[in-house]
């Protein structure tokens, strides 16, 4: 792990789940609430919260286009045997330097982009093909029982935005 890492305020949480991954050097404050909402986003929900370790901020948008959203991605691996990520991309390209930021990492087997929905969100997914049924999505993300259960009762494959 690099020891560029660096924690948050307010340290680890309770799980142990380790720090946040390294921050672009361009990280503002928004940025670094994403990142802990993220982070606190799966710490919750994976049965293998040792992949947070291995997780990294994947950038959406350019600044010089006046749009940037930073998003942790969590690879695959134990239990986790896919992921995804909804995101609203700026221009077209965004898609494709997305594909290339998870192409580039270990644990990002296959990225994809399954087609965008008709509100303009995309949702790029790595590894294993995500099935439509939550219970079953769910599980492949790598979710302990009780987040599975969760997962199922309040999520769609068109629901609006979210980590999976």
């Known amino acids: 792990m690099s020891p560029a890492l660096r924690l948050v305020r307010g340290g680890n949480r309770s799980r ?10 361009t990280a503002g404050p928004s940025t670094t609430l994403t990142l802990r909402a993220d982070h606190d986003h799966f710490s919750a929900r994976l049965h ?3 992949l947070l370790h291995a997780a990294f901020p994947l950038t959406v948008g350019h600044a010089r286009e006046g749009y940037r959203h930073i ?7 134990g239990h986790r045997r896919a992921g995804a990520l909804r ?21 990002f087997p296959r990225p ?3 087609r965008p929905s008709q509100t303009g969100i995309v949702c790029v997914e790595w ?23 969760t997962y199922a009762r309040t999520h769609t494959r068109s629901t609006p935005e979210g980590l999976w």
């Open 16 to 25: 142990a789940t380790g720090p946040l991954p390294p921050q672009p050097a």
């Open 71 to 77: 998003r942790l991605a969590v690879p695959v691996g």
């Open 127 to 149: 590894g294993e093909p995500v099935p439509d049924e939550p219970y079953a999505a769910a599980h492949l993300y790598g979710y302990h029982p009780a987040a599975a259960e």
């Open 48 to 50: 293998d919260v040792h």
């Open 87 to 107: 995101i609203h991309p700026a221009p077209d390209h965004d898609v494709i330097d997305i594909l290339d930021q998870l192409g580039a990492r270990a644990g």
């Open 112 to 114: 994809r982009l399954r």
